[in-house]
Every structure is written in structure tokens, then in C-alpha cells.
């Protein structure tokens, strides 16, 4: 069965960098059949997609938040990052790392709480 | 790249029938049958229900039904039960492989 896991800080002050990694287990992140990524949600509000990458390294980020995103992938750590700059109040939510199968999310990761907050 | 457009609250009693829509634009939803609906139940991650409009992953009831019309997406529920009650999200694919959420619609069952 597979299974996605977020790490990262909890917390990050305003204007730094919010670092998460995502490791896959239970499949592998090298196959050519899906495409690995990131799903935000603030709290009490809905799903934003951040962003897709795909194993060879080929990226794909939601338009509004392109200039601060950086996913990349580990295929030997069997995991997948990603990087947001230059923080605010309003990216503090709950981050997702999932699977997606053509254009639709077929696993996700349980989730992780992000605040940004000095 | 607009998020999609769902009621943010509908409702309805166990045994009854409901329909959720998603709007988008020619640019989304209008363009493509590659639509996916996810139920979400308060503190979870989000679970696929349909996708590619109207096609059910295994192990999701029948009771839930995609369908499409223009720039319009809709999730059908039927014979609802109270494990129903949940927030749903749309989802489209957008082109130049980006997707596209909903801003989310709240189920509740009386």
C-alpha cells in the first residue's frame, strides 16, 4: 500500500524559506506513470494545488505562486521536496503532499500544519 | 487561473438525493473531461470520489455520480446517508499540466 509522509518545521518566521520533503514508501517515485506533488490548505478554508513534478525532474506550478516555489524530486531517497520563499501570514496552512495519476490525486499524505509566524 | 466556482453549502435528509456543482471556464472545465471530485471529513486528508468526470476509483459507493455540461461539473449523491456529511472539492485540469481546485462546498445531512 502505498503511503506519503510530510516532514518539515512547524514553524517559519516571516520572509524566510518554508522547506517540507515528502517520502514515498510502499512504491516507487521513479515510476513513469505518476506525477508527485503539493496541496495547501489555511485553515477553515479550501484545497489551493501548489504544484506537480514529475520523476525526470520536469516541474509544474500553479501560476499565482510560481515565482516562490521550488519542488524537486530524490529518486535514490525514493522522496520529493518542496521549497517556498519570501513567506507570509497568509501561506501558513496545512501542507499535503500527494500522487497524481493524469490530472486527478489519487494518494495523499496526511498532511502537515505550517505557520508562519515570528 | 481563477479557482473554480462550487455553492458553499448544500444540504439534504438521509434517503434524499443532492447535486454539488463546479463551475470553471473554456479554459478548464469547458476544455477537458478530466474533472475529479474529493470528499473531505474534518482533521483528514481529502479522498478521491470520481474522476475524469464521472468515472468511480474501487471502493467508492455508487451512490456518487460525476457528470458534466459546458463549463459545468456536478457531484451527485444518492439515497444520502449521515457518513456523507463532509466538505467537496472539484478539481479540473487546467492545461500545460496545472489543476485547478474549488473553493469547497459543505454537505450537511439533517
Known amino acids: 500500500q502505498l503511503q506519503l509522509q510530510e516532514s518539515g518545521p512547524g514553524l517559519v518566521k516571516p520572509s524566510e524559506t518554508l522547506s517540507l520533503t515528502c517520502t514515498v514508501s510502499?512504491?516507487?517515485?521513479?515510476?513513469?506513470?505518476?506525477?508527485w506533488g503539493w496541496i495547501r490548505q489555511p485553515p477553515g478554508k479550501g484545497l489551493e494545488w501548489i504544484g506537480s513534478i514529475y520523476y525526470s525532474g520536469s516541474t509544474y506550478y500553479n501560476p499565482s505562486l510560481k515565482s516562490r516555489v521550488t519542488i524537486s524530486v530524490d529518486t535514490s531517497k525514493n522522496h520529493f521536496s518542496l521549497k517556498l520563499s519570501s513567506v507570509t501570514a497568509a501561506d501558513t496552512a496545512v501542507y499535503y503532499c500527494a500522487r497524481r495519476s493524469g490530472s486527478h490525486i489519487d494518494y495523499w499524505g496526511q498532511g502537515t500544519l505550517v505557520t508562519v509566524s515570528s | 487561473q481563477s479557482a473554480l466556482t462550487q455553492p458553499a453549502s448544500v444540504s439534504g435528509s438521509p434517503g434524499q438525493s443532492i447535486t454539488i456543482s463546479c463551475t470553471g471556464t473554456s479554459s478548464d472545465v469547458g476544455s477537458y473531461n478530466l474533472v475529479s471530485w474529493y470528499q473531505q471529513h474534518p482533521g483528514k486528508a481529502p479522498k478521491l470520489m470520481t474522476y475524469e468526470v464521472s468515472k468511480r476509483p474501487s471502493g467508492v459507493s455508487n451512490r456518487f455520480s460525476g457528470s458534466k455540461s459546458g463549463n459545468t461539473a456536478s457531484l451527485t449523491i444518492s439515497g444520502l446517508q449521515a457518513e456523507d456529511e463532509a466538505d467537496y472539492y472539484c478539481?479540473?485540469?487546467?492545461?500545460?499540466?496545472?489543476?485547478?481546485f474549488g473553493g469547497g462546498t459543505k454537505l450537511t445531512v439533517l
Open positions: 510502499g512504491g516507487s517515485i521513479s515510476s513513469r506513470s505518476y506525477y
Open positions: 478539481c479540473s485540469y487546467a492545461g500545460s499540466s496545472t489543476l485547478v
